[in-house]
């Protein structure tokens, strides 16, 4: 379902080049629980947005549901975006100037669900990270974990075939993660490949497996 190859990523900043990512592999299956830990700093974000497309790499490659990322184009790309993957960003990233509800019914609206259709849809997600009397709100009106389950429930209304989340539990109670981790493993048992950062050690035995990165790549824990 998804396949990187010896991926290479560089970013160029104010010290000069700084290879993230060193001849990375990984490989996750429908169904799968993949969660990825490593020191603050070490690429993991940089890792995710290059898995899920929203990033570019210097080399190597990358096979999304058989489809060779590099060989599709901007298109192909977009269209994969669109109807497979969901993600859960670190920092939210929820558009100011719509509310919960309508932020949750974006995706839908991208896939061509009709609006009674989305709407009920966005509003059953967003009951089920409890945020029923929150859905007319907006995302300033909110606090950062309603806005962090908010992001949740975005992605989760898509069933997407592959889930991206960066440390989705980082700014939830014991209870409130509890609740999104529950929206994540249903998705999984569903079918969908979860790829998950995580800080939080408490949560790795939920996963199918555990990868660390270090120097650039990955090694099962
Ligand atoms: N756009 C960019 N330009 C230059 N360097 C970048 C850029 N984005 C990230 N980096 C560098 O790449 C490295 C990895 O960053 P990344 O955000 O992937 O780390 P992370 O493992 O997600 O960290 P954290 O656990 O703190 O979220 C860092 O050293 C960072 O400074
Ligand atoms: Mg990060």
Redesign the pocket.
Known sequence: MLKAKSITKI?T?PEGN?K?LDGLDFEGKAGQFCMIT?K???????LLNVLSCLDTFDSGSLHINGRDVCAIGHRGICKIRRQDIAFIF?GYNLISSLTAQQNVELGLKYRGIKKAQRQAMAHRALCQVDLADRCGYLPNQLSGGQQQRVAIARATVLCPRILFCDEPTGNLDPDSAQLVMQNIISLKEQGTLVVMITHDNSLLPMADRVLRLENGRLTEI
């Open positions: 970013y900043g700084n993230v490593g603050s700093g070490c690429g993991k974000s940089t670190q």
